[in-house]
């Protein structure tokens, strides 16, 4: 009876180790779209059926049997809006990490989609956060350089656009406000930029400003491509030229430089020198203001870089 009892145990550890086995090539063989993660921009929410909550049907009308997460960033819409202006930077990219990390449909890797700010945030989920794998990642309008400027505020009121330009005349690079303004954790000021350097708690981080982390130059690397949207008629972005990585150039904010031009391309700090010359890096324009395009301009042109 023992050796019986053995035996049963044997087939019962063989027959688990080969459902394992199958369970494990299924999931890392699955041929099903691969999912796309969502990030909004300034003012607005996860679920606005006039924004991303269009993106994300469109997507998934287009994409048969499609996982899209569309990121909300707080406990309620109202508090995703309001995080997209005072909640801090760096604590949101680690709280879309852990959210990321935890999503059993995202593990085999995904696509994003970064709107306005959410483009920057998203590139810093790809260099701080590689597991799971971000697989694309498509920026629209997505300030890469910074801003020098907020011209037209899509806030719910005047009053909270209003606050927010007091805050950054006052002292962008101040610490209370640099902890608790999200606008001016991107803000790029090119007549102070050893101040820039040394005091933005964000983006001078993630674009190698005071250093190289060789981290994000090799999870960026991994991109299957890094494509950018320039809205051509753009009047919130300043410059325009931040969509593509190009910034005022240093002393002065009227003359540019492109991304080709830059120290951050030259030096390759970020790995995108290595990524354009094996075209990874696309960069697409519309003939439109910031994040104004078409159905079918979207869907003949973002659709394809999802399938």
């Given at each position: 009876m023992?050796?019986?009892?053995r035996g049963w145990m044997l087939l019962l550890l063989c027959l688990s180790f080969v459902w394992e086995t199958v369970s494990w090539k299924t999931a890392s063989n699955d041929t099903g779209p691969v999912p796309v993660v969502i990030w909004h921009g300034m003012g607005d929410s996860c679920c606005n059926p006039l924004s991303m909550g269009?993106?994300?049907?469109?997507?998934e009308q287009e994409i048969t049997g499609i996982y899209v997460l569309s990121l909300e960033i707080g406990n309620s819409i109202a508090e995703d809006m309001e995080n997209s202006f005072f909640m801090n930077v760096n604590d949101q990219v680690e709280l879309v990490c852990n959210i990321l990390s935890k999503d059993k449909n995202l593990q085999n890797g995904y696509n994003a989609?970064?709107?306005?700010q959410g483009g920057q945030f998203l590139r810093a989920v790809a260099q701080r956060c590689p597991s799971p794998a971000m697989l694309k990642l498509i920026t629209f309008g997505g300030q890469h350089q910074g801003v020098y400027g907020l011209p037209r505020c899509p806030g719910e009121t005047s009053q909270i656009c209003n606050l927010i330009r007091k805050m950054l005349n006052v002292g962008a690079y101040s610490s209370p406000i640099q902890d608790h303004l999200v606008q001016a954790e991107y803000w790029h000021d090119p007549l102070n930029e050893d101040l820039y350097r040394?005091?933005?708690i964000f983006l001078a981080d993630i674009n190698q400003e005071r250093g190289i982390n060789e981290?994000?130059?090799?999870?960026?690397?991994?991109?299957k491509k890094l494509v950018m949207?320039?809205?051509?008629?753009?009047?919130?972005?300043?410059?325009?030229?931040s969509e593509w990585f190009g910034f005022y150039k240093v002393g002065q904010a009227k003359d540019t430089y492109s991304l080709q031009e830059s120290a951050l391309y030259q030096e390759d700090r970020l790995g995108l020198k290595t990524m354009d010359k094996a075209g990874k890096l696309q960069f697409l324009t519309v003939n439109g203001d910031h994040l104004q395009f078409s159905e079918e301009w979207f869907v003949t042109n973002i659709i394809p870089y999802l399938k």
């Open positions: 023992a050796a019986q009892g269009f993106i994300k049907k469109l997507v989609m970064g709107f306005s040394e005091k933005s981290s994000y130059k090799v999870n960026l690397m991994k991109l949207v320039k809205f051509l008629n753009d009047t919130m972005v300043d410059p325009v030229d």
